[in-house]
């Protein structure tokens, strides 16, 4: 062989490793599970890996080559952890869903590093509330107001100065659907639009992705048959499925 022609079979070879060890590494990163109930559900033993729940649990049911997973704070892997604890749903002391649940767990070492992460939606600030008169016309049309007396200072705010005035308008839905309609993707309509302002986001409120970040699914199993009648906690392990988003004292 030619020393040219080694050269260049050299650095195939080398560009072919390489990309073998990225594609290696991006299956890696990408085998994981969907949902805490795939660990669960593996180390009670009754994981039924047949092609709905491999779906959702590929690294519980062997389909691909997973990383070892080494955490450089004291975090859970999954963010339902506390509920499947608070429930009953799992056992803390099997090896595998300490690993998955290491903060809920308290699987974490002594002078592990707290979790500073934020929550499932992250930091929320508090609806801001529009500076406006309880009483409406009656604080802006009365003379001599006595915004001295406690009361009327508390029905007048904006009258009496108490709240600074910056022009917004309050934003509040007509009707107690109007989260179900914004989790639909039904905001189109303009009609729509103005009778549900606030979860359909037309005042900047981020009320319609809350929503759709609230109200979720899990379980793996959620799209069995039977399953929103029959398995015990299904309410709670499964509202997007089962229909039990209670948006009015959730959100």
């Known amino acids: 062989m030619r020393f040219g022609n080694y050269l260049k ?89 300490k690993a998955a649940c290491r903060k809920t767990c308290n699987a974490c070492d002594t002078d592990g590093t707290p979790n500073k992460r934020a929550g499932l939606l992250g930091p929320i600030d508090p609806y801001r509330l529009v500076c406006r008169d309880e009483a409406g016309r009656w604080c802006s049309t009365t003379t001599n107001l006595r915004c001295d007396i406690p009361f009327i200072s508390k029905k007048c705010q904006k009258s009496c100065g108490v709240c600074e005035d910056t022009g917004e308008t309050e934003c509040e839905d007509q009707s107690e ?23 359909c986001d037309v005042c900047g409120s981020g009320f319609a992705d809350k929503i759709r970040k609230l109200c979720r699914d899990y379980s793996h199993e959620c799209g069995r048959s039977n399953f929103c009648f029959s398995r015990r906690h299904a309410k709670e392990l499964c509202p997007k499925t089962c229909g039990f988003c209670n948006f009015m004292y959730d959100i």
């Open 177 to 199: 659907l109007c989260p179900l309609t914004a989790f639909d993707d039904m905001c189109g309509p303009e009609e729509i639009r103005n009778r549900c302002p606030k979860s």
């Open 9 to 97: 079979m050299e650095g195939f070879m080398w560009k072919l490793a390489i990309f073998a060890l990225l594609v290696i590494g991006s299956s890696a990163e990408d085998c994981k599970d969907d949902y805490l109930s795939c660990v669960v559900s593996k180390a009670k033993g009754n994981l039924y890996c047949e092609p709905s729940s491999m779906k959702y649990c590929k690294k519980s049911c062997n389909e691909c080559q997973a990383s070892e997973y080494t955490p450089s704070v004291c975090e859970d892997q999954f963010v339902e952890c506390p509920l499947y604890k608070r429930l009953g749903e799992m056992d803390c002391s099997r090896s595998a869903v």
